[in-house]
């Protein structure tokens, strides 16, 4: 049988300790996309720490949209709003100093 992937038995703190240092390396657009995309192709909700690296990401390659995206993301992996929330208040510091505003402020539903 042939693996396509050698990430099968992964603990979540392998997990983490990966798409950090994934979300740490890219240096252009395309490569935080596509880290984030792979980070929530996954069956979990990622730690804030991981969070807060793609945030840094999309600061370093200047792309506000995608860091607004990550929330987004968030909001539709956990399981319920009170969980959305904790994640908001655990990021709340660099989303605060960041700049990144949320889709709900952006957006609000009438």
Same mark, same amino acid.
């Given at each position: 049988?042939?693996?396509?992937?050698s990430?099968d038995?992964?603990?979540?703190?392998?997990?983490?300790? +990966?798409?950090?240092k994934? =979300?740490?390396? #890219?240096?252009?657009? %395309?490569?935080?996309q &596509?880290?984030?995309?792979?980070?929530?192709?996954?069956?979990?909700v990622?730690?804030?720490?991981?969070?807060?690296?793609?945030l840094?990401?999309c +600061?370093?390659v200047?792309? =506000?949209?995608? #860091?607004?995206?990550? %929330?987004?993301?968030? &909001?539709?992996?956990?399981?319920n709003?009170?969980?959305?929330r904790?994640?908001?208040?655990?990021?709340?510091?660099?989303?605060?100093d960041?700049?990144?505003?949320?889709s709900?402020?952006?957006?609000?539903?009438?």
């Amino acid at each position: 049988m042939r693996n396509y992937s050698s990430h099968d038995d992964e603990t979540f703190e392998e997990f983490t300790v +990966r798409f950090e240092k994934e =979300f740490d390396e #890219a240096q252009d657009l %395309f490569d935080v996309q &596509r880290v984030l995309n792979n980070c929530f192709s996954y069956d979990l909700v990622p730690a804030p720490s991981v969070l807060a690296k793609a945030l840094e990401a999309c +600061r370093r390659v200047n792309d =506000f949209p995608t #860091a607004v995206r990550v %929330f987004e993301g968030v &909001r539709f992996k956990v399981e319920n709003e009170q969980q959305y929330r904790d994640y908001l208040t655990e990021l709340e510091p660099i989303r605060k100093d960041l700049g990144v505003d949320l889709s709900e402020d952006l957006f609000p539903s009438k």
